[in-house]
């Protein structure tokens, strides 16, 4: 039969059927019994090893983990704060007293940072000692209440306004959780007041001198 002939379509599925098993060596899809055993039994011991040297892996690594303290934690010494409410540039704050659209957003933004700490958002965590530190040793951890009455004149219990329309604004800081960090003291931050004076003001005050 040359190139140019083509098989029949016969002869081309009596090849196929062949292929697929040959009574008279025993072949199947043209292994023998013999053949197909010893592969499947290398890719069997194959895929075992792989299986156990990840399994190994994984248990080997989990040994080195805590689960109570992350492995890999940031090397800031200082915990990271966090501003309410955020200012508008920097950390400078500006509003008027006679003009409460000045200082609307400012009131606005702490409702919305103490929403979370509401006594009926709380009612399911944990009433901790006040005034000492509460150190859990685990497995199990509990989260505590925060009342609001610690921030006193701050809270927004008392004065909805939180100080702004008396000149008095309130600004908390919140201190990101540091594994380990122990407060110590009694932490101050110092804000300044900026006054601004009238260029006609400034001008009556040199004519005085």
């Not at 002869?11 to 025993?26: C, M, R």
């Amino acid at each position: 039969m040359t190139k140019k002939d083509k098989k029949s379509f016969n002869q081309s599925l009596a090849e196929w059927k062949l292929f697929i098993y040959n009574p008279n060596t025993g072949e199947f899809l043209g292994r023998t019994a013999k053949s197909w055993g010893l592969i499947l039994l290398f890719y069997q011991v194959f895929y075992g090893f792989l299986a156990a040297l990840f399994t190994f892996t994984m248990w080997a690594m989990l040994q080195t983990l805590n689960d109570e303290v992350p492995k890999y934690r940031d090397q800031i010494s200082s915990p990271g704060l966090m501003v309410f409410p955020k200012p508008v540039t920097a950390l400078d704050y500006s509003f008027s007293i006679s003009n409460p659209e000045s200082y609307k957003g400012y009131i606005e933004d702490l409702k919305r940072f103490l929403k979370p700490y509401d006594s009926e958002e709380q009612k399911n965590l944990t009433i901790c000692p006040s005034g000492t530190l509460f150190e859990q040793k685990g497995p199990i951890y509990v989260a505590c209440r925060f009342p609001l009455d610690l921030l006193q004149a701050c809270s927004g219990v008392n004065d909805p306004e939180f100080g702004y329309s008396k000149g008095h604004p309130c600004i908390l800081v919140k201190m990101n959780r540091i594994i380990g960090l122990k407060p110590q003291g009694e932490p101050r931050i110092h804000c300044t007041n900026i006054v601004k004076v009238s260029i006609q003001k400034i001008t009556q005050l040199l004519l005085k001198l």
